[in-house]
């Protein structure tokens, strides 16, 4: 049952990616200068985004403590993927 909480959270990840990309550039190009205000803020944005799709899967799903300890792991994994993605396109 943890199949569309892994596709949601890939389509969440993309859609960060993309966000960061593209918001990076428009920084960049517009107010250089405020560059690390908007990485800061994303990192921010990110990390919540994850801690809530994690706490509403073990709210509303989750059945033993084996499928939430495989669930969060997963989602670490897709995070720490997400990050060098995201610092790999733009650095």
């Known amino acids: 049952m943890m199949t569309p909480w892994i596709v949601l959270a890939a389509v969440l ?3 960060l990616i993309i966000i960061w990309v ?6 960049q190009k517009y107010q250089p200068d405020r560059a690390v205000t908007f990485y800061f803020i994303m ?3 990110r990390f919540t985004v ?3 799709v994690v706490a509403l899967y073990m709210l509303l799903t989750t059945h033993t403590r084996e ?6 792991l997963t989602f670490t994994l897709m995070y720490v ?9 733009k650095h």
């Open 43 to 45: 990192a921010a944005i």
């Open 13 to 15: 990840y993309t859609l």
């Open 22 to 27: 593209k918001g990076l550039g428009a920084v």
């Open 67 to 72: 499928e939430a300890m495989t669930f969060c």
């Open 50 to 52: 994850a801690l809530t």
């Open 81 to 89: 993927a997400m990050v060098i993605i995201s610092i790999m396109l």
